[in-house]
């Protein structure tokens, strides 16, 4: 699987809009980008994934470079309760490797009031 | 309506002694996993079980047994418990079709004196 890049942490004002990029410029064509989140003393949650078009849930949005080079993660309206630890995750769909996720380090969310 | 559960949520015990996590599912999924989250908040796959069969079996000491008595249950036994085994271990299923948008259940945090 491709190696990520999330920035350590980053803050939010709450109700504004929560950004977060990740990099991840060795992904292969049948690769798709994951994204989880963990709030603290939880098991982590799954929020939305993609393989080249921008994704939107109830949750987030997603929004994938044309290159498939870096994706962001964007919380239209954060809020208290989206402090978290973001992880940016890129699997195959395929083969052997099904169903193991590896969670880097993530980007820790702050939204402040 | 919990949809992923563990016992115990807390389980701490001395070096040496065996015991046992337990986690089921009431989402109808088929395919379950075990993760372990070390101190400095790694989360690492350990195993991975398909309708009662193993299918992901990561560097994982044979001390760890996991054990899956029906698709819906995934116990995790574990002997000889060591030090460096102190951790949050969390369950979490999916569907074998979707097996990268996994549902992780509330983590058990294991402390070994």
């Known amino acids: 699987d491709a190696k990520t890049t999330q920035p350590t942490s980053m803050d939010c004002a709450e109700g504004r809009a929560a950004n977060l990029p990740c990099n991840h410029s060795t992904i292969s064509g049948n690769e798709y980008v994951y994204w989880y989140r963990q709030i603290h003393s939880q098991g982590p949650q799954y929020i939305i994934h993609g393989l080249k078009n921008n994704e939107t849930n109830e949750m987030a949005s997603l929004i994938i470079t044309e290159d498939r080079k870096s994706s962001t993660l964007i919380l239209p309206h954060a809020t208290l309760r989206d402090t978290a630890v973001y992880y940016c995750i890129v699997s195959f769909t395929g083969g052997t490797s099904y169903g193991k996720l590896t969670f880097g380090q993530g980007t820790i969310l702050t939204v402040h009031p | 309506d919990t949809a992923v559960s563990q016992t115990p949520k807390y389980l701490v015990t001395q070096m040496g002694n065996d015991k046992s996590i337990k986690c089921e599912q009431n989402?109808?999924?088929?395919?379950m996993y075990w993760y372990k989250q070390d101190s400095k908040k790694f989360l690492k796959i350990m195993f991975s079980y398909n309708n009662k069969e193993l299918i992901i079996n990561e560097t994982v000491p044979n001390r760890f047994s996991p054990k899956s008595p029906d698709k819906a249950h995934l116990n995790l036994h574990i002997n000889s418990l060591e030090l460096g085994d102190s951790a949050v271990y969390f369950c979490?299923?999916?569907?074998?079709?979707?097996?990268?948008?996994?549902?992780f259940g509330p983590g058990t945090r294991l402390t070994v004196l």
């Open positions: 979490a299923s999916s569907h074998l079709e979707t097996y990268n948008e996994q549902f």
């Open positions: 989402l109808g999924h088929d395919t």
